[in-house]
T-cell receptor, first 111, second 116 residues
Framework: KQEVTQIPAALSVPEGENLVLNCSFT??????LQWFRQDPGKGLTSLLL?????REQTSGRLNASLDKSSGRSTLYIAASQPGDSATYLC??????????FGTGTRLTVIP | ETGVTQSPTHLIKTRGQQVTLRCSSQ?????VSWYQQALGQGPQFIFQ???????GRGNFPPRFSGLQFPNYSSELNVNALELDDSALYLC???????????????FGPGTRLTVL
């Protein structure tokens, strides 16, 4: 059974810092990995999708990497802003159906 | 392009009642999945619909059921509500070709269900 772990559970940083969020998964036979952002009580916003054949994806200040063999992904956020405060979830897709989610990292960026 | 929409936004029910949640998929998407997210947890897969048929199911009892309509919109029905069913219910859609589906999933804003 696929298990997804995100460390740390919570993170607080001053505005302007670069930061890294970690995601690990137990079964490396994945189709792809997605990073999402979730604001309190809201739905999920897709940030980046990395296919299993790719090693990284970039969008603006966000960069996600994937090391499938070791079961790890990182989300790098450059020059953090207070508007980046949210919970960040990673999810892996194995097979034709569902995503397996971690429990998320709650990020607070202090002005 | 309209994204994934869900209704209602919030719902309060009592134990034992039945509830129906609705989801409209993003334009061009033919596959809909439903997830349950308890407070402080990651979303858990309930089931998926493709071409109006359920083609995948997570570890949820049969009182969780669904439908997909010809326009690819979907419903989630929950019978005999229990207190533990209180959660945020999320709908996701994507386009699934006949083969090689590695596409991105897009989520709606969710329906917050409270069972008293």
């Amino acid at each position: 059974k696929q298990e997804v772990t995100q460390i740390p559970a919570a993170l607080s940083v001053p505005e302007g810092e670069n930061l890294v969020l970690n995601c690990s998964f137990t079964d490396s036979a994945i189709y792809n990995l997605q990073w999402f952002r979730q604001d309190p009580g809201k739905g999920l916003t897709s940030l980046l999708l990395i296919q299993s054949s790719q090693r990284e994806q970039t969008s603006g200040r966000l960069n996600a990497s994937l090391d499938k063999s070791s079961g790890r992904s990182t989300l790098y956020i450059a020059a953090s802003q207070p508007g980046d405060s949210a919970t960040y979830l990673c999810a892996v897709r194995r097979g034709a159906n569902n995503l397996f989610f971690g429990t998320g990292t709650r990020l607070t960026v202090i002005p | 392009e309209t994204g994934v929409t869900q209704s209602p936004t919030h719902l309060i029910k009592t134990r034992g009642q039945q509830v129906t949640l609705r989801c409209s998929s993003q334009s061009g998407h033919n596959t809909v999945s439903w997830y349950q997210q308890a407070l402080g947890q990651g979303p858990q897969f309930i089931f998926q619909y493709y071409r109006e048929e359920e083609n995948g199911r997570g570890n949820f009892p049969p009182r969780f059921s669904g439908l997909q309509f010809p326009n690819y919109s979907s419903e989630l029905n929950v019978n005999a509500l229990e207190l533990d069913d209180s959660a945020l219910y999320l709908c996701a859609s994507r386009f699934s070709p006949l083969a090689g589906d590695h596409n991105e999933q897009f989520f709606g804003p969710g329906t917050r269900l409270t069972v008293l």
